[in-house]
C-alpha cells in the first residue's frame, strides 16, 4: 500500500471514529461491562483498532457504516465477555480442584499444588495477590471490595487482571487447565 493510500485510510479511520464515537460509549454501556470485570477503555480501544484495519484492509475509500459499526462493537464485547467467563471458569475448576484434594486427603499432592499456587500467586502484583487470595478464601467480589474500601470496578479489574498474570505464573510452572 502506498503512503498516500495508509493517509486516507489513517483520516478516514480517524473520521469515522469522530462520527460515531457517542454512539460507541453508549453500546458499550449498555452491555455492563463492568459486571464482566472488562475496562470501557480496553474495549474501546478493541473497537478503533478493528475500525482501522478495515480501513487499513479496504482498498477502496467505502464509508464505515452504522450497521457495520454495530457489528464491530457486538462482537469485540462478545468475545471479551466470553473470555472473562472462560477465566472465571478456569480459576472456579483450580478451586475445586483444591477443595477435591482436601476431600480426598491426598496431603502430598494438596502441599506440592499449594505451594507452587503460593509461589506464583507472590510472583504477581500486591493489590491483585489479595485479591485473588481472599477470592480463594470464598469470599466475593463484593465482599473484597467492601473488606478492601475499593470500588467493585477496581476489584473486579484487579481480579481479573490477577487472574491474567497467575495463569501465566502457572503456566511457567507447568500447569495447564482448559479455559
Given at each position: 500500500m502506498k503512503n498516500i493510500d495508509i493517509e486516507a485510510s489513517r483520516t478516514n479511520a480517524e473520521s469515522s471514529i469522530r462520527k460515531y464515537s457517542r454512539y460507541i460509549f453508549y453500546e458499550i454501556?449498555?452491555?455492563?461491562?463492568?459486571?464482566?470485570?472488562?475496562?470501557?477503555?480496553d474495549l474501546l480501544q478493541d473497537i478503533y483498532m478493528k475500525i482501522w484495519m478495515y480501513y487499513k484492509n479496504n482498498?477502496?475509500?467505502?464509508?464505515?457504516?452504522?450497521p457495520y459499526i454495530d457489528r464491530i462493537i457486538n462482537s469485540v464485547l462478545m468475545n471479551s465477555i466470553k473470555k472473562s467467563k472462560n477465566e472465571i471458569k478456569a480459576l472456579n475448576q483450580l478451586k475445586s480442584n483444591i477443595q477435591d484434594c482436601f476431600v480426598q486427603g491426598d496431603d502430598s499432592q494438596l502441599d506440592i499444588l499449594k505451594e507452587v499456587i503460593r509461589d506464583a500467586l507472590n510472583k504477581i502484583k500486591a493489590p491483585s495477590r489479595k485479591a485473588i487470595s481472599l477470592y480463594l478464601t470464598g469470599l466475593t467480589l463484593t465482599e473484597i471490595a467492601k473488606l478492601n474500601g475499593?470500588?467493585?470496578?477496581?476489584?473486579?479489574?484487579?481480579?481479573?487482571?490477577g487472574i491474567d498474570e497467575l495463569k501465566k505464573k502457572l503456566r511457567e510452572e507447568g500447569i495447564y487447565y482448559e479455559d
Open positions: 454501556g449498555k452491555f455492563r461491562h463492568f459486571g464482566y470485570g472488562l475496562r470501557r477503555d482498498d477502496k475509500d467505502i464509508p464505515i457504516s452504522g475499593w470500588s467493585k470496578s477496581k476489584t473486579n479489574n484487579l481480579y481479573y487482571r
